[in-house]
């Protein structure tokens, strides 16, 4: 028969019973229980240290300095959302997008960073390098436009000049002679190029002009009629 002993018996876990974290440690090499212990604070330390940063700027480059490249784009997105980036974090997102292939997001990235800051001396040639290589003539055109605008050059009039002739663009191509006259870069060749431009888009405006004349001549005299 059982003893009084033996039905006040402590509990002692069986064999497949649940083994709680602290018994787990307990049972480990102290030297095991130190390196975990270590890492652990290492990884809060880290986490609360991220968190503590005062700008994205500086959150983003320690996650960059841990090869975290993806978390870093999400927080600038992230930033981005809800206010405007900063020259610097503009610049750094770009970065990013353009070493990861993300195309469509850097061109919008781009094109919303001269809108925002149109003195941006960056951006534009980023731009037309993409669109350069996506064969967009139309929107290469229009950035390098722009940089011709501000910093005319021999290769920027010259590309321009291809540029609007393959878009058949004779208002641009006259317009960017003109502005290579004033600036020295204009050939003679390019000049009577521009005579002939000018006539193209006088005789063009006239036609214009004549073709509306007469839709207008022949409504007057129908309400006449």
Known sequence: MPT??????????????????????????????TNIFVATIVLVTIVAA??????????????????????????????RETAQLNPFEAYSLAGLYRDQGKAGLLIRLLEDEIAIRPQSDWARPMLVDLYRGDNTYGNEARILAQIFARAPTAAAYRRL????????????????IELGRANGLASQHDLARLDRLKSALAMDETAEWRSSARVDNTSSQETVQ
């Open 50 to 79: 991220i968190a503590m940063l005062p700008n994205t700027e500086e959150k983003a480059q320690v996650l960059l300095s841990q090869g975290r490249i993806e978390e870093a784009i999400s927080l600038y997105e992230t930033r």
């Open 4 to 33: 009084l002993a033996d039905t006040h018996a402590p509990y002692r876990p069986g064999r497949f019973s649940a083994i709680g974290p602290l018994a787990f440690m307990s049972r480990m090499d102290p030297a095991e229980r």
């Open 161 to 176: 000049i291809a540029l609007y002739r393959l878009e058949g663009d004779r208002t641009g191509e006259r317009a960017t």
